[in-house]
C-alpha cells in the first residue's frame, strides 16, 4: 500500500456532471490518477473531453459530483483554507495570460503574493522570478509591450511567485506560434528540473506533449491511455530508426558507411543506438 502523501496528485474516481434534469453533461466520467512530485506531466485529448475541468478540480478551482482529490495528501474537499491553498500549493497558467493590463510585468507578479509578504520582499521576488524566465530587461513593460510568447512567460513567473510544488497549465502555447510554443515548454522543462516544480500541462498539440515525461490521454471524459515519453534523444532516435535513412543504416549496406565517411566503429555505434531506440512502437 503506497501512502497518500507519496503522491503530490491523486484523484480517485471523479466524476463532474454539469447541468441536471435530463440535460446532464457528464464532463468526467470516473476519473483516478495519481502525479508523484517533481513530474512533468501532459493531458491531451480532443476539446470537450474533460481536460479542462479535471485541471479545475486538481486546483480547488471547482469541485466533483462524485469523487475525491487529494493534493500533498489533503483531502480538497476538507481544506480549511481554500485562498491559501491557491495561493501557495498550485499556481495556474491559463491559455489567455489573464495579466492585469494596467499593472507592469513585475507588478502582474507581484499581485499573487499580495498579503503575503511585505512589499520590498514581493519586489524582490518578482525581480528574482522574472529573471528566472528571462525578462529581467523587461520588467516594467506593460502586457500590451510584450510579445505573446513574453507575455505567456510573466504568466509563468506569476504563477511560481509563491514557489508553489505544483503548477497547472491549461493550453499554455495555445495563442502562441510554434517556435514561442517550444520555447514555452523548454522553460516549463527547465524550471521542473531546477526548481523541482511539478507541472500538469493540458495541450492540444503532440509536440507539447512529447516534451513531457508522461502523457494522460483523454475522451468522453475518461482517461483512456497513458503513454510514457522517453528522452528527446530517444524520441528523436525512434523517429530516426523509422526514416529511410535510419532503415538503410540499419539494414548494414556498407556502402553506406564509405558515403558517410563514417568508421566501422562509428558505424556500429549508430546501429546500436538506432537498435535501442525501437520503443515498439
Ligand atoms: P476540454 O477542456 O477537454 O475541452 P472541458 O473540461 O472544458 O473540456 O469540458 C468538458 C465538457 O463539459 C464539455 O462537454 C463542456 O461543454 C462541458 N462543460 C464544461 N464546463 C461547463 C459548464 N460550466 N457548464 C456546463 N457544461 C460545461
Ligand atoms: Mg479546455
Do not use: C
Not at 481544506?79 to 500549493?89: E, G, I, K, P, Y
Not at 510585468?105 to 512589499?119: D, H, K, L
Not at 500590451?144 to 497549465?169: E, F, I, K, T
Not at 493550453?171 to 516549463?188: F, I, K, S, V
Request: charged share 25%.
Amino acid at each position: 500500500m503506497v501512502e497518500e502523501s507519496t503522491w503530490l496528485i491523486e484523484a480517485r474516481n471523479l466524476t463532474r456532471v454539469y447541468g441536471g434534469d435530463g440535460a446532464e453533461i457528464r464532463a468526467l466520467d470516473g476519473v483516478s490518477m495519481k502525479v508523484a512530485p517533481g513530474e512533468l506531466v501532459s493531458v491531451m485529448g480532443p476539446s470537450g473531453s474533460g481536460k479542462s475541468t479535471l485541471l479545475n478540480l486538481i486546483g480547488a478551482l471547482d469541485q466533483p459530483t462524485d469523487g475525491e482529490v487529494f493534493v500533498r495528501g489533503q483531502n480538497l474537499a476538507h481544506l480549511a483554507n481554500v485562498d491559501s491553498f491557491r495561493a501557495h500549493t498550485v499556481g495556474f497558467i491559463f491559455q489567455l495570460h489573464n495579466l492585469l493590463p494596467t499593472l507592469t510585468a513585475r507588478e502582474n507578479v507581484e499581485v499573487p503574493m499580495v498579503g503575503y509578504r511585505i512589499s520590498r520582499d514581493r519586489r524582490r521576488r518578482a525581480e528574482e522570478i522574472l529573471s528566472l524566465v528571462s525578462l529581467a530587461d523587461r520588467m516594467d513593460h506593460l502586457p500590451n509591450q510584450l510579445s505573446g510568447g513574453q507575455r505567456q512567460r510573466v504568466a509563468v513567473a506569476r504563477a511560481l511567485a509563491n514557489n508553489p510544488p505544483l503548477v497547472l497549465a491549461d493550453e499554455p502555447t495555445g495563442n502562441l506560434d510554434t517556435t514561442a510554443g517550444r520555447d514555452l515548454m523548454r522553460l516549463l522543462k527547465s524550471l521542473n528540473e531546477s526548481q523541482g516544480t511539478t507541472f500538469v500541462v493540458v495541450t492540444h498539440d503532440p509536440a507539447v506533449a512529447r516534451r513531457t515525461n508522461r502523457v494522460l490521454v483523454m475522451a468522453d471524459g475518461k482517461i483512456v491511455r497513458e503513454d510514457l515519453i522517453g528522452s528527446p534523444l530517444e524520441e528523436d532516435l525512434k523517429m530516426w530508426r523509422h526514416s529511410e535513412l535510419g532503415e538503410i543504416l540499419l539494414s548494414g549496406d556498407d556502402n553506406l558507411q564509405e558515403r558517410l565517411e563514417l568508421s566501422p566503429d562509428q558505424m556500429t555505434v549508430l546501429r546500436r543506438l538506432l537498435e535501442s531506440a525501437d520503443g515498439g512502437d
